[in-house]
């Protein structure tokens, strides 16, 4: 059965820090791995990464997946308030014939004042 | 604007009632999907659609039934068999082609009366 573990699970942090979200896998089929960030309702899109060691950037926040070890990070650098959110990891791994994501439990980050 | 519409936003169930939950979609998507989410669990598929009069059982598709008479249109039913249906209820679509993106809409909560 396919797998997808995120962690922490809940993360508080201050203002201004910088974060490390973690997401490990283990699929049969891997074809790509997406983060999505999910405030209070729809998950909104951020990354989809399909190859190693190739870092994808967005302002403040930027991923990476290593498939050798089977897993990716989501950093956020000078944290905002606005960051907080359920950061979701999922996973495309598709048997024959289907399209499925297989989801992460999600980091609940926290950014207080 | 292109996206995704869900309705409504939120929904009460009384017992042994079923009730619909509407997804439309006008990106021209092909396929087309529904997920549960339940407090700090991540989504699990219910069923999934890539393409019109055609969909597929998810991990979850107990107590629910879907149709796709229309390419923008994925409206799910929660019966009453769904003996535990107060959840997140999030509609997502993609380009069928292999490895796209899935965008969601905004989600319906659903409340057992």
């Known amino acids: 059965e396919d797998k997808v573990v995120q962690s922490p699970l809940s993360l508080v942090v201050h203002e201004g820090d910088t974060v490390t979200l973690n997401c490990s896998y283990e699929v049969t089929n891997f074809r790509s791995l997406l983060w999505y960030k999910q405030e209070k309702k729809a998950p909104t899109f951020l990354f989809m990464l399909t190859s190693s060691g190739i870092e994808k950037k967005s302002g403040r926040l930027s991923s990476i997946l290593d498939k050798k070890e089977l897993f990716s990070i989501l950093n956020i650098t000078a944290t905002q308030t606005g960051d907080s959110a359920v950061y979701l990891c999922?996973?495309?791994?598709?048997?024959?014939?289907?399209?499925?994501?297989?989801f992460g439990k999600g980091t609940k980050l926290s950014v207080i004042p | 604007d292109g996206g995704i519409t869900q309705s409504p936003k939120y929904l009460f169930r009384k017992e042994g009632q079923n009730v619909t939950l509407s997804c439309e979609q006008n990106l021209n998507h092909d396929a087309m999907y529904w997920y549960r989410q339940d407090p700090g669990q991540g989504l699990r598929l219910i069923y999934y659609s890539q393409i019109v009069n055609d969909f597929q059982k998810g991990d979850i598709a107990e107590g629910y039934s879907v149709s796709r008479e229309k390419k923008e249109s994925f409206p799910l039913t929660v019966t009453s068999a769904q003996k535990n249906p107060t959840a997140f209820y999030l509609c997502a679509s993609s380009i069928s082609d292999r490895g796209k993106t899935q965008y969601f809409g905004p989600g319906t909560r659903l409340l057992v009366l």
């Open positions: 999922a996973v495309d791994a598709p048997g024959a014939g289907s399209y499925q994501l297989t």
